[in-house]
């Protein structure tokens, strides 16, 4: 099949289009590279691969056929999203919205990357998908939880409106190779202060808690959703939940590092808890992740180790 990425430059994104190709596709990859980067495709060398540098707030043009458009184009981390707030917002509706007209100028199947933010600082543990969320639309979290929370319902109406095929995957916190060093996120930041033997800054007292996925493993439930027939919203995720400060030991161990654990405030609406229900796509995609969380640190420790140079 033909496919279209948007955001393929970027970690999830890039990943997405070497499955792609290894599955036999051709991809059109589409980014502006406002977070992501080419050095996150350089490594593609496949005449099936094309790459074009464009923002998809603006009207998406793309030559012949399409099968299916991947919309996974936005910035995902809270560096990025309080840096680039208007951005964000605009990526996620107007994004949204051009990427949808793709599909259904083309009759093309249409899949969202949405996020486990849709359910902000939730009420309840684990989250499952008809769970509404708990969002705060006005705080400096609310224009990448809103901007996801738009875009599924743009999504949806596409789908009842206008017939198209869509797909929405609820992504809760993925890591792996080609992560920005400086991305903001809790796994680049452990581990490049850990290899570092700098202190390991945990906001709060640690007791919040997240539940990560090697990218590998998201990868192939969101290649799994692709090919089924569901529209409604579906958890990919690991459902293995540990606490920040449990994370921090485990890098401080993984790496073999000297740094001390310092403390800082919790930045506002950062969510207590975080663990996705993941029964749904057990049950009808058959996926589960299967790479343990200390074999997926490892891989990404070495990846963070070649990048500093260490």
């Not at 409604?232 to 790496?255: C, D, K, R, V, Y």
């Not at 590092?257 to 996705?276: A, G, H, Q």
Request: hydrophobic share 35%; charged share 25%; proline share 6%.
């Amino acid at each position: 099949m033909r496919m279209v990425v948007t955001g393929g430059a970027g970690f999830l994104g890039s990943h997405l289009c070497d499955r792609l190709l290894a599955e036999g596709h051709s991809v059109i990859c589409i980014d502006n590279l406002l977070t992501g980067t080419t050095a996150n495709i350089d490594h593609i060398r496949d005449e099936r691969f094309l790459f074009i540098k464009h923002d998809v707030t603006n009207y998406i043009y793309v030559e012949g056929d399409v099968d299916f458009v991947l919309h996974f184009a936005s910035p995902a981390s809270p560096i990025d999203y309080l840096e680039l707030p208007i951005p964000t917002l605009k990526v996620g509706s107007l994004g949204t919205h051009k990427a949808l007209g793709l599909a259904k100028a083309k009759g093309a199947g249409f899949l969202l990357a949405s996020t486990s933010e849709v359910y902000g600082d939730p009420q309840i543990n684990p989250q499952h998908e008809l769970y509404w969320g708990n969002v705060n639309p006005v705080g400096p979290r609310g224009v990448y939880d809103e901007a996801k929370r738009f875009a599924e319902a743009m999504t949806m109406a596409y789908h009842r409106y206008h017939n198209v095929n869509t797909r929405i995957v609820r992504i809760f916190n993925t890591y792996g190779p080609r992560m920005r060093l400086n991305d903001g996120r809790v796994v680049p930041n452990f581990i490049k202060q850990a290899l570092k033997n700098e202190p390991i800054t945990v906001y709060g007292d640690g007791s919040q808690t997240r539940s990560f996925c090697y990218v590998d493993d998201l990868i192939d439930g969101i290649y799994r959703l692709m090919r089924s027939e569901e529209h409604e919203p579906t958890n990919i995720g690991n459902p293995h939940e540990m606490s920040i400060l449990e994370f921090a030991e485990t890098i401080i161990q993984l790496t073999g590092s000297s740094s001390e654990i310092v403390y800082k405030p919790l930045p506002t609406d950062d969510p207590t808890v975080r663990r996705p229900d993941i029964s749904k796509a057990k049950k009808i995609l058959k996926w589960e992740p299967k790479v343990s969380l200390e074999e997926g640190i490892e891989k990404t420790i070495e990846y963070f180790r070649q990048k500093l140079e260490l």
